[in-house]
């Protein structure tokens, strides 16, 4: 389907960059290229969809039947869309109805071209974030895809009522493709959410300041590299910054540290180590500091303490503030 | 030979949410079979091990979670499988500090040393399959 908000000239979804008119969310741009699917993946999909060489001779054979009732459908459907509050929201005039018409019928008739590879998937793709990017909730995206199978299928009959038998077999395989196109749809409106999630999580690990010299970190969610490169990052940065000497790190909401994630804080408690800071961990409880001595991990290499209170104290004493606190 | 005493609990691995599910569950099925919290931790983190093996070697793989009795003795199987890459040489897997990924090259031998009973199986171009079982002390 296609974006109701904005003209794209044919063929040209490759090398389009986010437009301007639409809406675009703060964080977690689309992942269409972070997605890569590569020929073999196609391959394996179509074959899950039991798509073969003879559904493809299907569609392409009724390529001009879809040019003779491509006009009425959109129209069909369009009148759809306008009957429910929730889709008629999308064209707020009759110019950017128009253009998406044009848009719905290129990919109405891109259905019957063929060549259904890697590009085919990139546009399908492409245009399935536009429409998540906009706020179309899947429910409607993919309601419309019945909407059409039901208005195709009549008729086709209708075109194949001497030889209905092969009416079926080009809806059967018309319907194959409309259900890979609807994967792809479903996969990137998913990628994106999780995307956004990524990001929020990023802006929800706050670097904070207690006292001159003194940070604070406390890290919640799963440590996975991506994650790890983002705390690494924010918090040199943080150091550089405060000009801090020491960070207490919290770990008590990070829900599962295995080796991988000790050595994650390992080599962000070394990076911030040359930027001169000395980094407290605070939040690995007994228990798991156990299981990760046992699988191996050296645990002298970062100095930890119980819990953030004991992490604070610790903290400020290596900053001298025994001293003073003594001397009062 | 074990014998299964409840329906094994099967979890699929396609993302680090899933690894934090089964590593969760894994947890409260050790310590509702009886298991202290020190080594509900210790099966918790060799489930993550071997569930982090599979989103990181082979993408998508499943953990099989399964109570086990022998002897009187009861105990938590975990079965880790993935039709991945598999792995050339178990020995060098198994070696602590030994990575193709420049990771610490720990998970493997230390879930072994984390579990009671250890076993691996792997082809490659087919897949890998790690047995691992706790008892109840
Ligand atoms: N499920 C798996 N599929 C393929 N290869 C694996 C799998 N699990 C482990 N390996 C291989 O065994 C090596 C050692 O694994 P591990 O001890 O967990 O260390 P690490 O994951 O830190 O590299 C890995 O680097 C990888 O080459
Ligand atoms: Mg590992």
Redesign the interface.
């Known amino acids: 389907m296609s974006s109701p908000q904005r003209p794209v000239a044919p063929h040209s979804y490759g090398s389009q960059r986010p437009p301007a008119a639409v809406p675009i969310g703060p964080v977690g741009a689309i992942g269409v290229d972070e997605m890569q699917l590569t020929d073999e993946e196609v391959a394996r999909r179509m074959s899950w969809l039991e798509i073969t060489a003879d559904d493809i001779a299907n569609l392409t054979s009724i390529r001009d039947v879809a040019r003779g009732y491509a006009a009425e459908v959109i129209e069909d459907l369009y009148r759809h869309f306008l009957a429910f509050d929730e889709t008629r929201a999308f064209f707020r005039d009759e110019q950017t109805l128009r253009r998406v018409k044009a848009m719905q019928t290129e990919y109405f008739l891109r259905l019957t071209e063929g060549n259904y590879d890697r590009e085919y998937v990139r546009d399908r793709l492409k245009i399935g974030a536009i429409h998540q990017r906009i706020g179309l909730d899947v429910k409607w995206y993919l309601g419309a895809y019945n909407f059409y199978l039901r208005a195709v299928g009549s008729r086709l009959m209708r075109a194949f009522q001497d030889d209905p038998e092969r009416g079926r077999a080009c809806y059967f395989s018309l319907k194959k493709l409309v259900f890979f196109d609807i994967g792809l749809a479903i996969e990137i409106y998913l990628t994106t959410i999780r995307r956004q999630e990524e990001a929020i999580r990023e802006l929800s690990t706050p670097v904070l300041q207690l006292r001159a010299g003194l940070l604070i970190l406390p890290i919640i969610g799963?440590i996975?590299p991506t994650r790890a490169r983002q705390l690494t990052e924010q918090l040199l940065r943080s150091i550089r910054a405060n000009r801090a000497k020491v960070v207490v790190m919290d770990i008590t909401g990070v829900?599962?540290?295995?080796?991988?994630v000790?050595?994650h804080l390992v080599q962000t408690v070394e990076a911030a180590r040359l930027m001169g800071a000395t980094v407290i961990i605070t939040g690995l409880?007994a228990?798991?500091a156990?299981?990760?001595v046992?699988?191996?991990?050296d645990l002298n290499r970062i100095r930890t303490v119980g819990d953030l209170q004991g992490g604070i104290e610790e903290a400020e004493r290596s900053l001298g503030y025994r001293v003073s606190r003594v001397e009062a | 030979m074990s014998e299964i005493s409840t329906e094994p609990l099967v979890m699929p691995i396609a993302n680090e949410a899933d690894i934090v599910a089964a590593r969760q569950r894994g947890r409260t099925m050790a310590i509702e079979l009886g298991f202290a919290g020190c080594d509900g931790t210790l099966i918790a983190t060799a489930i993550s091990e071997v569930a982090r093996n599979i989103l990181l070697y082979a993408q998508r793989g499943e953990i099989i979670l399964c109570c086990v009795e022998l002897g009187g003795r009861r105990g938590l199987s975990i079965e880790a499988r993935d039709s991945g890459p598999g792995i050339p040489d178990l020995r060098k897997a198994l070696t602590d500090g030994y990575s193709t990924s420049r990771g610490l090259g720990l998970g493997l031998p230390g879930s072994r040393r984390l579990m009671d009973e250890f076993a691996i199986e792997s082809e490659v171009g087919r897949g890998t399959n790690v047995t691992m079982t706790k008892w109840v002390r």
Do not use: H
Not at chain 1, 294 to 297: A, P
């Open positions: 799963v996975d829900p599962s540290v295995d080796s991988r000790a050595n409880s228990e798991v156990q299981a990760l046992l699988v191996g991990i």
